[in-house]
């Protein structure tokens, strides 16, 4: 029985990245904002629909850096329903995460929750479009204005998302993007600062290359987080195919959602207009009708070799490094906490044949029946 992932990564053919690495070879630029380098910035913040984009080796080396970037301190806002990179970057910046609830249909920091949260120390808010659903960036503005806070989106799973017209990543003072092997545009490992002036990405460009000005002036403890030219040159390929990529995810989503209605026991969350999302995760529910227990299910469809995944299960706040907290006790976070008990994310990725979806719904609804 062929084994199903839960993600593959779109791969261009290889021939066509050849030429890519044949002007490397030429070239001998490596890496140090080489020309693929600044190809891949111009064009991704074209494609995006943004002013501009500083590239990173990672996601979380980023996240480290925007936080630096507009020397956050203190505490900071922020949801316990991530990767848990997203809380690691402020443990990395000496600051205390306050873990805030999340809304029950987004699955992203409930504003009403913010404000009880705030105190003198509190600098910024850093919330994460889960999923790539939009968190409610209107009211998160308006909170951060009148307490004079910062806004810093964890947007790894929100390439290509538009909201209000425009792309979702223009909301905030930051938003930091994951290229990661698993999510909707790879470059292997890789991410990205989306900033609105040309001031911050200077000083995001410092940051990223050991803080280095020029040959002789160091202007801050800057870290290693350059992309190199052949990550560089591969996010170039696949952005001639995300297009492609991201139709074939809505294809699946709307196949999942076909075929999974009227399972007693699972629910699929209601998305607003589906042609604005990007289909990089399909979660659905295992509620308490189902015959079998989440878990179970998991464990079930494993040895169908259907690979799932609970994400996110545990909580970032259950991790040894963040428990102790107050914000991480259990009576705040009671969406957070039922959600992650009964969260299932099912395989999506733009290869995935529909006769997999359908044999995947196909065994969830029959063991629903068997009852
Ligand atoms: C993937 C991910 C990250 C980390 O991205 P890397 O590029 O792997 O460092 C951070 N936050 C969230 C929400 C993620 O999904």
């Known amino acids: 029985m062929k084994k199903i992932f839960v993600t593959e990564p779109a791969m261009p053919p290889l021939d066509e990245f050849m030429p890519y690495l044949e002007k490397i070879w030429q070239s001998k630029w490596l890496t140090n904002g080489g020309p ?12 995006l ?25 203190g505490e900071v806002i922020t949801t316990p329903y991530s990767f848990v990179a997203t809380a690691h970057s402020l443990l990395w910046n000496g600051i205390k995460p306050v873990f805030v609830d999340i809304d029950p249909h987004t699955f992203n920091l409930d504003p009403k929750k913010i404000e009880a949260a705030i105190t003198p120390q509190t600098t910024a808010i850093f919330p994460v479009h889960v999923y790539g659903t939009p968190c409610n960036v209107e009211e998160i503005q308006r909170i951060a204005d009148v307490y004079g806070l910062k806004v810093i989106y964890d947007a790894a799973h929100a390439f290509g998302v538009k909201h209000n017209g425009g792309s979702v990543l223009n909301f905030g003072d930051l938003s930091v993007l994951s ?4 999510k909707v545009f790879n470059t292997f490992e890789g991410g990205a600062i ?25 202007v801050a403890p800057g870290i290693n987080g350059k992309m190199n030219e052949v990550q560089a040159a591969f ?5 001639k195919h ?33 042609s604005l999302q990007n289909n990089s995760y399909f979660p659905v529910f295992v509620e308490a009708e189902y015959p079998m227990s989440r878990d179970a299910l998991y464990t079930a469809l494993q040895t169908e070799n259907i690979m799932t995944r609970r994400y996110f299960y545990p909580l970032i706040s259950d991790f040894p ?4 907290l107050p914000s991480a006790r259990i009576d705040n976070l009671p969406v957070a906490r039922r959600v992650a008990d009964r969260v299932l994310c099912l395989p999506i990725y733009p290869d995935l044949p529909l006769d997999d979806v359908d044999r995947i719904c196909g065994i969830m609804r029959s063991w629903a029946q068997a009852r």
């Open 321 to 324: 490094m963040y428990r102790g």
């Open 242 to 274: 995300v297009d492609s990529s991201l139709a074939k995810r809505a294809v699946i989503a709307s196949r999942y959602r076909t075929q999974l209605a009227g399972i007693a026991g699972i629910t699929v969350p209601e998305v607003a207009d589906p």
């Open 235 to 239: 996010g170039l390929l696949q952005l």
């Open 49 to 73: 629909g943004v002013k501009h984009l500083a590239l990173f080796t990672n996601a979380t080396i980023a996240l480290v850096t925007a936080l630096q970037a507009l020397r956050i301190s």
């Open 179 to 182: 290229f990661h092997a698993t």
């Open 194 to 218: 989306i900033c609105p002036d040309a001031k911050t990405k200077q000083r995001i460009d410092h940051l990223k290359n050991f803080g280095i000005a020029d040959e002789v002036t160091v």
């Open 36 to 47: 693929f380098h600044q190809q891949l910035e111009h064009e991704l913040a074209e494609y």
